[in-house]
């Protein structure tokens, strides 16, 4: 499965910014979809995760409530929708595909990855 993620960029604390991760692949709809975070310097973390169906999703504490995962299977694309932004939220983006469970928040339980897209927060 090959994945692209778009839609990062430079924005102010407190904005908004909506990534997308689309693939070409028709077995999408196969594959919990994931969102990853790596900040300069530290490791990849855990953002958002949700099932093949779309009925349940999971988020770390430190975006709970500000961001939405979504996807349309239709359309083979995944979403991040984040909403008031903080600086510490700087980093790249990755989105990946996982053939296992869609409650799993390590990277090691992610077989597919996209490339990552940069979103910069300004305070």
């Known amino acids: 499965v090959q994945l692209q993620a778009s839609g990062g960029g430079l924005v102010q604390a407190g904005d908004s910014l909506r990534l997308s991760c689309v693939t070409s692949?028709?077995?999408?709809?196969?594959?919990?979809l994931g969102w990853f975070h790596q900040a300069p310097g530290k490791e990849r973390e855990f953002v958002a995760s949700?099932?093949?169906?779309?009925?349940?999703?999971y988020y770390s504490d430190s975006v709970r409530g500000r961001f939405t995962i979504s996807r349309d299977n239709g359309k083979n694309t995944a979403y991040l929708q984040m909403n008031s932004l903080k600086p510490e939220d700087t980093g790249v983006y990755y989105c990946a595909a996982s053939e296992n469970f869609s409650d799993d928040r390590s990277p090691a339980d992610y077989n597919y990855w996209g490339q990552g897209t940069q979103v910069t927060v300004s305070s």
């Open positions: 949700i099932s093949r169906s779309a009925r349940r999703s």
């Open positions: 692949d028709y077995t999408f709809s196969k594959y919990v």
